[in-house]
């Protein structure tokens, strides 16, 4: 079974709203800093890019300069689910987007990088055009 799912991708035109889902069946998911990466066409798995990230209890989040203001994380641990909510969607965004789990200590600098995460989806495709 697979530990974490995403799904809400699609296509998009610029300007529009998609929300992004993920499904975990990671035992301790309240205990569980989760995050939202991408990887732009043509990119290394090496250069998956933070989008953003959610502390265990959802009080701290971390964003990434591009999408701050315009991308919402959140989590609902009753449901073992992370949510990315994305409005006005840029083609910039167009991406695979990847849910991830870290197990480590909150901090808003140490949630950032991609290889401190040890729990992976497979990825929903986000396409958006101007």
């Known amino acids: 079974q697979r530990q974490l799912a995403e799904s809400g991708g699609g296509l998009a035109q610029a300007g529009d709203s998609l929300r992004l889902s993920c499904a975990a069946s990671?035992?301790?998911?309240?205990?569980?800093?989760m995050g939202w990466f991408r990887q732009a066409p043509g990119k290394e798995r090496d250069e998956r890019s933070f989008?953003?990230?959610?502390?265990?209890?959802?009080?701290?989040?971390a964003y990434s300069d591009s999408v701050k203001g315009r991308f919402t994380i959140s989590r609902d641990n009753a449901k073992n689910l992370v949510h990315l909510q994305m409005n006005n969607l840029k083609p910039e965004d167009t991406a695979m987007y990847y849910c991830?789990?870290?197990?480590?200590?909150?901090?808003?600098?140490?949630?950032?990088?991609?290889?401190?995460?040890?729990?992976w989806g497979q990825g929903t495709q986000v396409t958006v055009s101007s």
């Open positions: 989008v953003a990230a959610i502390s265990w209890n959802g009080e701290n989040t």
């Open positions: 991830a789990a870290n197990k480590g200590t909150w901090h808003s600098i140490a949630v950032r990088p991609w290889k401190t995460y040890s729990h």
């Open positions: 990671i035992q301790t998911f309240s205990r569980t800093i």
